[in-house]
């Protein structure tokens, strides 16, 4: 069995379903193609191994650029903000194929699936108009400040403080795990505007501007040896009364709000051809040896059935019912664990070609059941709040 | 062939101690990560004043047994200290011309994931040590090591990967291969009890992360695993069946162990300083070195 017979004619599968859409999203899908075809830089597509860390950097900083001219940025985003008014189909349909076509990964990724559709629901008209061009043009990359090295699982637990003065706030506090933090004009950030408020009520969120004094970033090396993330220390920085989304107690709701947002769908779709790309690994290298087979065949199966759960969510979308959240609730367990037990075959399959890829995977992937949520987080998310369970 | 007891005896007991008391000492317990990529917080002289690389001659069919390295290997394998004890302990074991050197003595072994017939060195790359060329089998001398590349995946076993190779009887590679995966599950047990230590301490919501169901479950996981790792070692080395078959179970129990570990420390076990990567990477070296000797000597 090869994956080729399994996966098929790939990306018109992800978004087939809807007869009235069907056609239009064929006609993406080749357009997304040729503009694919045409604008992955075939230095990163083929020597990706090759690159220093900053001609990554630099590719990966200019592929938001390249999005953005050749109009597949912000695909999900409304037209009137500089978005292409698409669906979670186009934008699944897209990431699939960016993947299939060794896209980089640009480093707009943050801005554009939780700052973008969070200033869309909440922010001012002058926020708006101040931050969403430049995050869809790419020219401004953001970090998310979240985690604290007292509040991770516990993210309403945030002890970072944002105190008031004469137009604005100083924010003093301490964030971790804060990814592209090296690479960011700016943090969106959850700090403390009332500690005698009530949990939950008592947290702001606030736009900070990284390129000032009083911002402090220590790189963290991962297991891999990579330095991925950062420490970052804010000492009375200051933030304008403009830059708060929300009202000042408004944090955590507003956090919430696109944290259950439908990212899930696109950050799978994305996961989705990286597990792929690494259970065909497996399959052209190890296909052939019987110890294997059980173990493959599993994968495998397993790895089409994350692209068709993945089409169960995009259909289910426009009816938003119980049978949306459902599907979409378990997509985040499913791929990280999928791609950690791929990756703990690749090492434990001992090919010599293949040694420093999976070493490298192997610890990579550890990650994925600890961000965004870990997942057992996640699933006391699906048992509470999905099932109704007890708390 | 059937074992009386699967306890080692007074001399595996007292070496595993010792050695446990000497590597804290020296070590004053701090974490892995302040001393991964320096010097050894031991030196090799103090294994040698306590005879410790000799401990597995075998003189007038006297002398450690097995079971003993076993428990040896297991105390060694909490700390993951930079020195070649084990492959001298087993060098000496099995070749009287690596017993004639006073410094450490190591061993080329074929490993799975290296197919260009060069040979993995552990600790290859300090400088005043040498190869025992054969183990119970071929000619036996000891060489310094040839050049080659070096494999800092497991940073702290320094190995070069070299054009060269130790002959060795079947039952030396199987000893090899038992112990090799009694000091992964040493390094899974020093692992659980770091797990265990920090879902005590860090708090999130109020309370201890270890108040948590999920995260019980997990440590409970964690000590079945390290439990089966253990057992498997002690199996492996008290019969000659499956000896590498039970050898890779115990690895990969000791690997589970590991990942559970991570993941109950969350955000800080992905971190290079926390140092949990360090004992991953000794139990899937091992793995890579016992599947490699499984596959030369394992056929049965
Ligand atoms: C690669 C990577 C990138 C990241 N990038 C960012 C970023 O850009 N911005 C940002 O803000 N954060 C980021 N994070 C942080 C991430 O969100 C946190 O690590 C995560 O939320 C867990 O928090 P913690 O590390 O404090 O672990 P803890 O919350 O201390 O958890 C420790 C263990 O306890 C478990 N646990 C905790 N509470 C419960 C409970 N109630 N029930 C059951 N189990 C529980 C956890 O599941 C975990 O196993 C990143 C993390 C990683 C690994």
């Not at chain 1, 999203?25 to 997304?32: G, I, K, L, M, Q």
């Amino acid at each position: 069995m090869t994956s080729e017979q399994l996966v098929g004619e790939l990306p018109a599968d992800v978004v087939s379903g809807d007869d009235d859409t069907g056609d239009d999203a064929d006609e993406f899908t080749r357009s997304a193609e040729a503009w694919l075809k045409e604008n992955v830089p075939a230095r990163y597509r083929d020597h990706r191994g090759a690159l220093s860390n900053e001609e990554t950097d630099e590719i990966r900083r200019n592929w938001d650029r390249q999005l953005h001219q050749g109009g597949f940025a912000g695909l999900g985003l409304p037209r009137e903000w500089g978005g292409q008014g698409l669906g979670l189909r186009e934008e699944v349909a897209f990431h699939v194929l960016a993947g299939k076509a060794k896209a980089p990964d640009g480093f707009g990724r943050v801005a554009k699936v939780l700052v973008a559709p969070m200033l869309i629901t909440s922010g001012t008209e002058e926020q708006k108009a101040k931050y969403l061009p430049k995050i869809l043009s790419g020219d401004e990359v953001w970090c998310q400040g979240f985690s604290e090295p007292s509040a991770g699982s516990d993210l309403a637990g945030v002890k970072t403080r944002a105190v008031k003065v004469d137009g604005g706030y100083l924010i003093t506090g301490r964030k971790t795990w804060t990814s592209f933090a090296q690479h960011a004009d700016y943090c969106f950030l959850l700090a403390q505007t009332d500690p005698a408020a009530p949990r939950y009520k008592n947290l702001g969120m606030f736009l900070v501007d990284m390129k000032q004094p009083g911002v402090s970033i220590s790189d963290i090396k991962q297991i891999s040896g990579a330095i991925h993330f950062a420490e970052v220390a804010f000492t009375k920085v200051f933030v304008s009364d403009g830059d708060i989304v929300g009202e000042p107690g408004d944090g955590w709701s507003v956090a919430m709000r696109i944290l259950t947002d439908e990212r899930g769908g696109t950050e799978t779709a994305a996961r989705y051809v990286e597990i792929r790309s690494d259970v065909d690994l497996l399959l052209e290298s190890c296909g052939d040896r019987p110890e294997l087979a059980s173990e493959l065949q599993e994968l495998d199966i397993r790895t089409e059935l994350l692209r068709w759960q993945l089409s169960k969510v995009v259909d289910l979308e426009d009816d938003m019912g119980d049978a949306f959240q459902r599907a979409v609730s378990i997509l985040k367990v499913l791929w990280s664990e999928l791609w950690q037990d791929v990756t703990r075959v690749g090492i434990k399959a001992m090919v010599a070609a293949d040694r420093e890829h999976w070493r490298y995977q192997y610890f990579e992937s550890r990650a994925v059941s600890i961000y965004s949520g870990t997942n057992e987080i996640q699933r006391n998310i699906i048992s509470e709040r999905v099932l109704g369970l007890p708390r | 062939m059937s074992a009386s007891t699967t306890l080692p005896d007074e001399i595996g007991l007292l070496a595993s101690e010792s050695i446990r008391d000497m590597v804290s000492r020296a070590t004053d317990n701090a974490p892995i990560a302040t001393y991964a990529e320096g010097e050894s917080p031991l030196s090799w002289q103090s294994i040698s004043d306590g005879g410790w690389d000799q401990i597995g001659i075998i003189e007038d069919g006297e002398g450690a047994s097995l079971r003993d390295l076993v428990e040896i290997a297991r105390a060694w394998g909490e700390s993951c200290i930079p020195l070649p004890l084990l492959p001298t302990i087993m060098a000496k074991r099995h070749s009287a011309a690596a017993r004639a050197v006073d410094g450490p003595v190591t061993i080329a072994i074929p490993s799975a994931t290296r197919t260009d017939g060069t040979c993995f060195v552990p600790y290859g790359q300090l400088g005043d040590i040498v190869v025992a060329t054969g183990l119970d089998a071929g000619t036996d001398c000891v060489v310094p090591v040839t050049d080659g590349l070096a494999d800092d995946f497991d940073i702290l076993m320094h190995g070069v990967q070299a054009h060269m190779r130790t002959d060795m009887s079947m039952s030396a590679a199987r000893e090899l291969g038992v112990v090799f995966a009694a000091e992964a599950s040493g390094a899974a047990k020093k692992l659980l009890n770091d797990g265990i230590v920090f879902a005590k301490e860090r708090e999130q919501f109020g309370k201890p992360i270890g108040s948590f169901q999920a995260v019980k479950h997990h440590l409970a996981n964690a000590l079945i695993n390290a439990e089966l790792a253990e057992t498997a070692v002690i199996w492996s080395s008290l019969q000659e069946h499956e000896v590498f078959r039970g050898a890779l179970f115990a690895i990969d129990r000791s690997i589970a162990v590991g990942e559970l570990v991570l993941q109950v420390h969350g955000g800080l076990g992905f971190t290079w300083e926390m140092g949990l990567h360090f004992y991953l990477r000794r139990m899937l070296g091992a793995r890579e070195l016992v599947s490699g000797l499984s596959s030369e000597f394992g056929g049965v």
